[in-house]
């Protein structure tokens, strides 16, 4: 019961980030002063979905790039251990460690004044319930029983409802709450064991989770109670994460009004106001830090109807997909969003794309494609999923990126096993356990086909759909059905945006051709055991101007971005694996000259060549150079690479 409701209700995970304290522009203050934006309607009245989700376990990953990763990241998960990461839980609630607590971000001592010590524990939670749910490997609820348990002691020992492993115990948020001192980033860390709670409860079903999440939210509903309005979004102006839309989330599991109250009082109005009326005073805050309060949003449009949450939460997305956005689908310098105009100041950063930005551009992405399955939408998701997502974990050790940045001769930088938990380390746990979620989506008649992806989705009893694809090796699809016995469906399959034209045949005979981009093509007839489907998808190598900077391109072969495979020149072994994630782009600056690249990018793309595997290409450079590979980014791993390239001379638009 619970589980159906949840599922209905659209229960999405946490979200992440390490934004400190976000610079909000005076102007947002004047117009939360001016403004009277109605929190919550006299009657909440929640928004039908459009499309639905296929639960995680009615999709199956098949053999590719995709299952490997979820492979590797299967592999991190079972090596870490529950009770180094419960250590300081169990020091705050005066019981005994079982064991020695991890470093980096986790230790006692390193990060003290940041308060994210417990981050950590939330997202493995997080992580191991949606591995669970997408491969019902027992290992995994098992550690999401054993965490959830413990917890439940915790609590239970503590006797407040609050759960944290901050140094200074319990006392800290006492401080924050009662004394004003919104030092570092608790509710940040806080909401990433919430979202633990809550995704224990939907991916495992475990009853215990939901007694412990809804204990935790009744401490938060009566610590902040004494607040007034103006203490309280003063109080948001540190990073929270989502806690707006965790709350937003318990309500719909309990009913329990007082939660969607609290959710709607968690909303930082300076961000919220402006979003609801179609203004973007987004320069200079911290990226990770507003995301998640836009999820809050849509979250909160879902299960109110509130017209001001729509508006800003689509505005938005568009407004950073369409505006800030790098050819790799990922946005920001340093963590932060620089004026659209500056693209060409901040491009060769080592420290842009952080992947937490990402991870939930894609569960916004997600949410909003519920409300209105636009193939933009998910032309977006696969953008991102293929080149940051998958792009930010290393093929050899499963551990994962912070930033990826677009510095030439620059490298991925990866964290350690059980020294460097960043919020990316978190999130990471979580992006490549749910790699089958986005794939399919459904309707009461139709099945969506959004993402090439090798799988196979059951539609109901009896009724499944089989992908093989070696996409985007190879530029095609192929889907199968599988039914007991006849079945009129409508097959929806993207147009992708990248692709020029697109032939689909049914059972070896041409039926449709498309030449509307970033649209769907409708199948509406009924299906035999064994129909076969096949897709024609053209992909073709193009140059990808910087916005506002013509000279500064990056090559795409369809959806894949192609970088530079520029070698180890100057790398010593292991120097990729970096502990403090604060060191990116303070290292690898011995000095070093890349290819250069030059004349029209036209000429370019129609001057490559082949360079016998899938995806690769050779590109004409100019100097001591007289070609450059381009190969996939998200293949490039310990090795210097190059994403943009600024042509010499100055060349025409693209």
């Given amino acids: 019961m619970m589980q159906s409701k949840l599922s209905r209700r659209k229960m999405l995970q946490g979200i992440g980030g390490l934004g400190f304290t976000a610079t909000t522009p005076n102007v947002f203050a004047t117009q939360a002063a001016a403004t009277q934006v109605p929190l919550l309607n006299p009657a909440p009245s929640p928004v039908a979905r459009q499309v639905t989700p296929f639960a995680l376990n009615d999709v199956e990953l098949m053999p590719g790039p995709f299952f490997q990763a979820r492979l590797r990241c299967q592999q991190y998960l079972l090596s870490l251990e529950p009770d180094r990461m419960l250590h300081t839980f169990r020091v705050n609630a005066g019981l005994p460690p079982k064991a020695e607590v991890y470093g980096g971000w986790e230790s006692n001592s390193t990060w003290a004044d940041i308060h994210c010590q417990g981050h950590t524990l939330g997202h493995y939670l997080s992580g191991c319930a949606l591995m669970y749910g997408a491969t019902q490997d027992a290992r995994f609820k098992q550690r999401t029983d054993y965490i959830v348990s413990e917890l439940r002691d915790c609590q239970t020992a503590s006797k407040s409802g609050l759960i944290t492993a901050f140094p200074e115990g319990n006392s800290l948020m006492e401080t924050v709450l009662s004394e004003g001192k919104y030092t570092g980033v608790p509710w940040y860390t806080l909401h990433k064991i919430y979202a633990g709670l809550r995704d224990a409860c939907l991916y ?101 109807g509130q017209k001001d949450y729509q508006v800003a939460s689509e505005f938005f997305w568009k407004t950073v997909v369409n505006t800030r956005s790098f050819v790799n689908g990922n946005h920001g310098d340093n963590e932060h969003f620089f004026p659209p105009a500056q693209f ?59 930033f990826q940045g677009n510095r030439p001769g620059y490298m991925k930088l990866y964290c350690t096993p059980v020294d460097s938990f960043w919020c990316c380390t978190g999130s990471g746990m979580e992006n490549h356990a749910k790699y089958n979620e986005s794939i399919y989506f459904k309707s009461a008649d139709a099945v969506y086909i959004n993402l090439f992806i090798p799988s196979t989705v059951r539609l109901r009893p009896g009724v499944s759909l089989a992908q093989t694809a070696q996409f985007p090796e190879q530029a095609s699809t192929k889907l199968q059905w599988k039914t007991d016995a006849p079945i009129h469906f409508k097959m929806k399959i993207r147009h992708p945006y990248w692709c020029k034209s697109v032939t689909v045949k049914i059972n070896g005979k041409t039926v449709l051709t498309s030449k509307d981009a970033s649209s769907y093509m409708e199948l509406d007839r009924e299906w035999h055991n064994g129909d076969v489907v096949e897709v024609d998808l053209p992909m073709h190598l193009r140059a990808v101007a910087l ?10 072969y369809g959806p894949v971005l192609l970088a530079g495979a520029l070698g180890r020149e100057g790398i010593s072994t292991g120097s990729d694996l970096n502990v403090n994630e604060r060191l990116y782009g303070s290292v690898l600056n011995m000095p070093f000259t890349p290819p250069t690249l030059s004349g029209d990018p036209h000429d370019l793309v129609r001057q490559a060549k082949p360079a016998g595997e899938a995806l690769h290409f050779d590109i004409p450079a100019s100097g001591s150079d007289t070609k450059v590979r381009l190969k996939p980014y998200y293949k490039i791993a310990h090795e210097r690479y190059a994403t943009y390239w600024k042509l010499s001379p100055e060349i025409s638009a693209v």
Avoid at 223 to 251: C, I
Avoid at 373 to 402: C, H, K, W
Wanted: include cysteine; aromatic fraction near 10%; proline fraction near 4%.
């Fill in 204 to 304: 495992t079903n475990n009853p215990t989770a939901r007694e412990v999440l809804v204990r935790f939210c009744d401490w938060a509903l009566t610590a902040t109670s004494p607040l007034t309005d103006a203490q309280f979004q003063k109080m948001l102006e540190s990073e929270h994460g989502g806690m707006n839309e965790v709350l937003a989330d318990a309500y719909a599991m309990t009913g329990d009004e007082r939660y969607l109250s609290l959710a709607n009082r968690f909303c930082h109005q300076s961000i919220l106001i402006p979003l609801a009326m179609k203004r973007d005073y987004l320069d200079g805050l911290h990226a990770n830090t507003q995301i998640p309060k836009i999820i809050g949003f849509r979250r909160l449009y879902q299960e109110t």
């Fill in 344 to 402: 060409s100041e901040h491009v060769f950063s080592a420290k842009a794309s952080e992947t937490c930005c990402e991870y939930n551009m894609l569960k916004l992405t997600k949410m909003l494609f519920e409300d209105n399955p636009s193939a933009a939408y998910a032309d977006f998701y696969e953008r991102a999923l293929y080149n940051n997502i998958l792009a930010s974990q290393d093929p050899d050790t499963g551990m994962v990126t912070y």
């Fill in 547 to 556: 916005p506002g900077e013509e000279r500064i391109v990056a090559f795409v």
